[in-house]
């Protein structure tokens, strides 16, 4: 997101939007574009490392084994 912002780029691209988790069944309904939207706007900083703990989680639950 920082390059985004830094470039002053027009937006974000998710390529499998449909991934998300948007039934809400592994916390928060659409965390990844809720993060994306957010960082976007500034609410939200992607450095931190409890955002990229939080997105980690998330990825780790979402694996099809």
Do not use: Q
């Not at 993060?35 to 980690?56: E, F, Y």
């Amino acid at each position: 997101m920082a390059y985004i912002k830094k470039n002053r780029l027009g937006g974000a691209m998710v390529w499998a939007a449909d991934l998300d988790d948007f039934e809400g069944l592994y916390g928060e309904k659409w965390p990844l574009l809720s993060t994306v939207k957010n960082s976007l706007l500034g609410t939200v900083s992607l450095t931190s490392a409890h955002d990229k703990n939080i997105i980690l989680n998330y990825m780790n639950k979402c694996r099809i084994s």
